[in-house]
Each structure stands twice: as C-alpha cells, then as structure tokens.
C-alpha cells in the first residue's frame, strides 16, 4: 500500500508533467493574501469546508495561468459538483482530460491503512508534518521539532473509518462520473511503492496513445 501523495507524485514525475495539489493550492492562496485565500482562511478559521465554488476559483486560476499542456492533478474533484466545474475550466482552456485514476483497495488493506492513519501524530499547524510510532520519534511534549506547532493524533478507529466512508461514497460519484465519460481507470493500489506507480504509469501512457 502507498500514500496518495506520494504516489501522484512519483506518477508526475514518471510522466514528466507537473503534479498540481489541491491543499498546496489553497495554503499558497492563504500565505499570499490573495482575495480567495482570505476567504479561505476565515472559512478554516470558522471550522467550515471550503465550498466548490472557491475550490473550482482557486484550481480555474492555477490552470489559466499556466494552462498546461499535460498535468497531473491531486486532490481535486471530490463531488461530482467540482467534476463538472473542473469540465468548464479545461473546456475553456481545450485541454480535455486524458483519464482519471482511481485507487481501489482489498478490506485488509483498508484496515491497514486505517490503523496507519489512525496512529499518526499530526501537526496542526502544517499537517503534512506527520510523526507515526512505528518509524519516527515521536516528541514526548506534543510539539512539532519542524514547526513548532501543536501535535494532535486523530480520532479512535471507528469515527476515522466513518469519515473515510462517508468520503469514498463521495468519491465513487466521481467514478461514476468519469466512468459515464469512458475516463475512468481503476488501479490496484496494493503492493510497494514501485509496484502501484509502474501500474499507473501503465495505465496513464495507455490511454495517451
């Protein structure tokens, strides 16, 4: 089993395109000041969930702006509201999508990958700063030795497995969606790093030809 992130990006990297992340987005937004950064930031700040609307604004700007002609994007959509959106901006842009990937895993490997999740300390002032018992050092004060910030852990196993639920049903409309499009391509995300990204890259070259 291998992480989302770091699979997308040993894929861009692969297929010599650029990985564009939807949360690097959002946080350059933020640290920038911009008009939907701002608004980002108070939305967070109020413990909401950034609408699609501001979603779509923030990747339709990271698009027009370079409009590439190959790219790998992270993250994003996660309703088929943003899938829609995201069809308006490459539209505009004529640049279709060539496939969209999904990642599928046996139950085992769910649970796995639940427990794992569940055992990370995170940072909560950069959450990509992650500690988990098993290969790292944990501090015994709760701080960040990147940042400084507070360490947090997330809830016990059964309300993680329920909000991992609840997202996967999100994203199986997303599936669908692409599905109906003749997008879609399923990958067995089990097995080493090496081994899931030699099958995406696979899969993504195939439907390039």
Known sequence: MVERENLAGALAEALAVP????GDLVRTHISQRTEPGIRAAD???SGMLLSDGLLAEIVGDRMSRTAPTGFL???YPCNPAQALALDDVLRELGTPLDGALTLRLSESERVRYLRHRTALHLCAADPTHRFHPETDTVPDDGICIICGGALYQRDDEEH???LVGEHEARLELVAQYYAQQHLLLELDASGTSAEVTSRGVGALRERRR
């Open 43 to 45: 939305m967070s700040s």
């Open 73 to 75: 994007l992270d993250g």
């Open 19 to 22: 990985r564009i992340h939807l």
């Open 160 to 162: 993680v497995r329920r």
